[in-house]
């Protein structure tokens, strides 16, 4: 996906079609990237690229534009979860969720502007203050 050796793509891309951006990731060599798109079949155009050791499933919020990624540090044993702006790639929050192993499973919407983490150790919920 980025032409270095050694890539790992552990799941799907998020879609934001209203926005016409995807986001895709390479996990070995955390690495995440948006692009821009017109229609389905256009081609793809770099919008912007964040270092983070990701391979949960993305998980977007239309509404707000509001992007749940997780980013793991294998040096402290610490997998984070992380919001970005869809859009932009800024960075909006972060927290620990208690997992020693980086996630390649899933979050998943709460009912309260809040989402859920599953890891193989750990369920957390996060949410916006």
Do not use: K
């Amino acid at each position: 996906m980025y032409g270095r050796p050694g890539g790992l793509i552990a799941n799907p891309p998020a879609i934001d079609v209203e926005r016409g951006i995807a986001v895709g990731y390479d996990s070995s060599n955390t690495t995440v990237t948006a692009w821009s798109f017109d229609d389905p079949f256009s081609e793809l155009r770099p919008r912007w690229t964040r270092t983070l050791a990701h391979a949960m499933h993305p998980l977007g919020c239309p509404a707000t534009g509001e992007l749940l990624l997780n980013d793991h540090d294998a040096t402290s044993g610490t997998d984070q979860a992380v919001v970005l702006d869809i859009e932009t790639g800024d960075e909006l929050g972060r927290v620990d969720i208690g997992s020693p192993v980086q996630s390649v499973l899933f979050g998943v919407p709460g009912w309260h502007d809040d989402a859920y983490v599953c890891s193989f150790t750990t369920v957390t919920r996060v949410w916006r203050e």
